[in-house]
């Protein structure tokens, strides 16, 4: 079975500074999906940035950016120039291809300090 | 366009009564699906809709949940008789058919926190 983990509870960065949050997998498949959520306290889960197994690319979104080593099964997130609407709990996501079903991580809570 | 809307955002029952959560996806979306955060821990997937039918129920803790989906638009997920245990978030999404989902991504409710006490 898949697994995603996120290996930092918590996690705090000085507003304008960079911050990586980790994530590993397990999986048998060669050809996927990974996702970074962002649930901020309002609550719901926004979409931050997703990567297909099949690119060696790095996916980036703005400020976002990840470092995808598939051999590794690590999955990144670097937020730059963090902002104070960064605060939020971060999740991790895998998703098969040919499969609907997201398996997430356990989540990292990012603090913002100002 | 409209979100996924979840009602209601929260629910206080006392063990043993029922409770039941609905989720309006987005027009359009085949694709509904249930997730679950227990406090402290990852969000597990519950079951996916295609539609009005079930496609992976794979996910349902035990048989005191049930899930429908009307005509394949809201969904219900009724809990009866609530345990301690079921406490936790309940989220909802929606996506559209096949490799879209990947590419618009899945859009979540805000959640229902459920507390059984």
């Known amino acids: 079975a898949q697994t995603v983990t996120q290996s930092q509870p918590e996690m705090s960065v000085q507003e304008a500074e960079t911050v990586t949050l980790s994530c590993t997998y397990d999986?048998?498949?060669?050809?996927?999906?990974l996702f970074w959520y962002k649930q901020p306290p309002s609550r719901q889960m926004i979409l931050v940035i997703r990567q297909e197994a099949y690119k060696q690319q790095n996916a980036t979104e703005n400020r976002f950016s990840v470092n995808f080593q598939k051999a590794a099964k690590s999955f990144s997130l670097k937020i730059s120039d963090s902002q104070l609407g960064d605060a939020a709990m971060y999740f991790c996501a895998y998703r098969a291809f040919g499969n609907e079903k997201l398996t997430f991580g356990t989540g990292t809570r990012l603090t913002i300090i100002p | 366009e409209a979100g996924v809307t979840q009602f209601p955002s929260h629910s206080v029952i006392e063990k043993g009564q029922t409770v039941t959560l609905r989720c309006d996806p987005i027009?359009?979306?085949?694709?509904l699906y249930w997730y679950r955060r227990v406090m402290g821990k990852e969000i597990k997937f519950l079951l996916h809709?295609?539609?009005?039918?079930?496609?992976?129920e794979s996910g349902m803790p035990n048989n005191r949940f049930l899930a429908e989906r009307t005509g394949g638009t809201y969904s219900t997920l009724k809990v009866q008789p609530a345990e301690l245990e079921d406490s936790g978030v309940y989220f909802c999404a929606s996506s559209q058919a096949g490799t879209a989902s990947f590419n618009y991504g899945y859009t979540f409710g805000s959640g229902t926190r459920l507390t059984v006490v």
């Open positions: 809709f295609v539609k009005e039918s079930k496609q992976d």
């Open positions: 999986t048998s498949e060669s050809d996927y999906y």
């Open positions: 027009s359009g979306h085949d694709n």
